[in-house]
């Protein structure tokens, strides 16, 4: 057994060196990252906005709340649709916060958004909720 894998060509036993395996997985996997991120990197945020028994609200102001350093600070705001979407385009931070209000109808709290990494496209999952009026 062992003559035999000393017969191996030297560049055999290094491409099958757990070493090597290692490192061309970790390199395969950053790859396909980057790609990814290539491909999901151009800031947009989408959601919906609904009052509490669910129906889309039109005319709501969407706000983008982004972390300076210490604090949120508001960056951008957007206006819903018909149907209760709204879509925010250039987003370039990776911890952000969306909330939404409308007068009359009310107010959505704030909710935490974390990205991982910077400018990720992201559809929200759940509609924000205007209550208060």
Do not use: C
């Amino acid at each position: 057994m062992i003559d035999r894998e000393f017969g191996r060509s030297l560049w055999y036993r290094l491409l099958v060196n757990r070493f090597m395996i290692v490192l061309a997985s970790i390199a395969i996997v950053v790859a396909i990252w980057n790609v990814y991120v290539s491909f999901h990197d151009h800031g947009v945020v989408e959601g919906r906005v609904v009052d509490t028994d669910g129906r889309p609200v039109e005319g709501a102001t969407v706000e983008l709340w982004v972390l300076d350093f210490t604090t949120y600070v508001e960056r951008t705001r957007a206006i819903t649709g018909a149907d209760g979407r709204f879509v925010i385009r250039g987003n370039a931070s990776h911890n952000i916060q969306i909330g939404a209000e409308k007068p009359g109808v009310g107010r959505a709290a704030r909710i935490p958004v974390r990205l991982y990494f910077k400018a990720e496209d992201v559809s929200l999952a759940a509609p924000l909720v205007l209550s208060g009026g």
